[in-house]
C-alpha cells in the first residue's frame, strides 16, 4: 500500500518552546513589561513575592490576549459578533474604533421611513 498525505493544520508550527508562537511571546513579554513598575514599587517596600506576581500574572493576561480566540457564544452580544476572532485583533478594532470618536454612519431608504410614519399613525 502507498502512503498517503493527510491535511493538517500548520498555523502553529512556528512554535518557540511548544507553547509560544512570535505573536504570543511578544505579548508575554509585552505584559511581563507592563508588570515591571509594579515590581520595582513593591520591591521598595520589601515585598518581592508580590511583585513577582504581578509580573507573571500581567504577562500570563498578554499571553491571553496573544493566543486565545473569542468564544463563540450567543449568551452575549459582544460574542455573537466577535466570536472566533483573536483577542488582539477584536482590541485592536475596538481603539480604533475609540480613536475616530465614536463615528457610526446610519444610512436609512426613504422607502423605510414612509413605512415607520404609516405604522406609527394611530388615531
Known amino acids: 500500500m502507498g502512503t498517503y498525505n493527510l491535511p493538517r493544520n500548520v498555523k502553529g508550527e512556528g ?3 511548544f507553547i509560544f508562537s512570535a505573536k504570543a511571546l511578544v505579548y508575554t513579554a509585552i505584559g511581563g513589561a507592563c508588570g515591571l513598575p509594579l515590581y520595582l514599587i513593591f520591591s521598595l517596600l520589601s515585598m518581592n513575592v508580590v511583585g513577582i506576581i504581578c509580573i507573571a500574572l500581567l504577562g500570563l493576561v ?12 450567543t449568551n452575549f ?16 478594532r475596538g481603539i ?25 399613525k394611530d388615531e
Open 15 to 17: 512554535r518557540i518552546l
Open 62 to 73: 498578554g499571553f491571553i490576549i496573544g493566543t486565545f480566540k473569542v468564544p463563540d457564544s
Open 77 to 92: 452580544n459582544i460574542t455573537q459578533k466577535t466570536g472566533g476572532e483573536n483577542i488582539d485583533d477584536v482590541i485592536r
Open 96 to 120: 480604533k474604533f475609540k480613536m475616530q470618536k465614536n463615528k457610526i454612519y446610519v444610512y436609512e431608504n426613504e422607502v423605510d421611513k414612509e413605512v415607520e410614519k404609516e405604522e406609527t
